[in-house]
Nanobody, 126 residues
């Protein structure tokens, strides 16, 4: 059974850091592009960051320079390091997998992702 287990969310003060993890089971993460998405209350889901199978990355403008996505194929896990967190980063964060070709760049639109995790809550508040 294909499954994602997300972890690392929580409550943090503005300016703080969190590292989200997305561990896959039942499939080989290296065969997929991985994206992180978030959805805040009352807002539409948005793409935050993604990493292609060959390692290229993309970031949504508001998180550039603060968030870093990485993948450890040996551990079948993708990470999202989030620094300098702001209250507007508060949301449920989801990881998702897209069965892209190796050289295809990843996309933040969300349409091509067909496996989704259950989400982890990130709250940035003083």
């Amino acid at each position: 059974q294909l499954q994602f287990v997300e972890s690392g969310g929580g409550l943090v003060q503005p300016g703080g850091s969190l590292r989200l993890s997305c561990a896959a089971s039942g499939f080989t993460l290296a065969n997929y592009a991985i994206g992180w998405f978030r959805q805040a209350p009352g807002k539409e889901r948005e793409g935050v960051s993604c990493i292609s199978r060959h390692g290229s990355t993309k970031y949504e403008d508001s998180v550039k320079g603060r968030f870093t996505i990485s993948r450890d194929n040996a551990k079948n896990t993708v990470y999202l390091q989030m620094n300098s967190l702001k209250p507007e980063d508060t949301a449920v964060y989801y990881c998702a997998a897209a069965p892209n070709g190796f050289f295809r760049p990843c996309d933040l639109g969300g349409v091509e992702y067909n496996y989704w995790g259950q989400g982890t809550q990130v709250t940035v508040s003083s």
